[in-house]
């Protein structure tokens, strides 16, 4: 397993968050996906949300679909 990734559950809902917009998405995949086509400069100002966790543009291209002890395996 590598300590860099960030392994989060897809199936989580996800806030997409850049200045004062917010959108909501029903898993992480998505926001993901919402993220990767903004501009290159919305990226490094974005963040995702996933429960307690915020994630700015360094730690998003770190996160990975699944548990760490699956990933462990």
């Known amino acids: 397993m590598n300590d860099d990734l960030i392994y989060v559950e897809p199936r989580q809902k996800a806030v997409l968050r850049l200045q004062d917009a917010a959108l909501i998405c029903p898993n992480v995949p998505e926001a993901w996906l919402a993220w990767a ?3 290159p400069a919305d990226k490094e100002r ?5 429960g307690e966790e ?3 543009a360094w730690a998003i291209k770190r996160l990975r679909y699944h548990s760490a002890a699956r ?3």
């Open 37 to 39: 086509q903004l501009a």
């Open 46 to 50: 974005a963040t995702i949300e996933v």
């Open 54 to 56: 915020s994630y700015n």
């Open 71 to 73: 990933a462990a395996q």
